[in-house]
């Protein structure tokens, strides 16, 4: 039986492939894309870290988020939102992401929880900015 891969666009620090693979996280077919009009913010709070937080995107037109369209494996669903503490911290929405082909895909994206996200930015993780700022568009 075919197993049908969920699509699963990774922004901030999820796009550190090593990290997902550390995690168990099954995927394939890896390529950059960019969430247009959503911009990539810091306000979902760090709890044992005051002051820093976690990647999340919010609608805003004229802006662009940078990240990695992937195939995700059904079975890494479970592990993933478990990372993203869903749906306490993280909530899912369905969106479009555009290719470097030019062609655009349907696919999921966590966001942060209205009822958790701090109304003041907060400062990112150095080793997450790290991640954002290696990857290859």
Known sequence: MEVLYLKYFAYGSNMSLKALDAMGIKYKEVQPAVLKNWELIFNVPE???PGFGYAN???????????????LHPDSLQILDEYEVFPLD?????????????ASENCFIYV???LVVSSVLLQAFPEHLAIIE????
């Open 47 to 49: 709890i044992k870290s």
């Open 57 to 71: 995107v919010i609608q805003k037109d004229g802006s662009v988020v940078k990240g990695l369209l992937m195939d």
């Open 90 to 102: 993280y909530l899912k929405k369905e969106v479009s992401v555009d290719l470097k082909s030019g």
């Open 112 to 114: 942060g929880n209205p």
């Open 134 to 137: 290696r990857a290859h568009f």
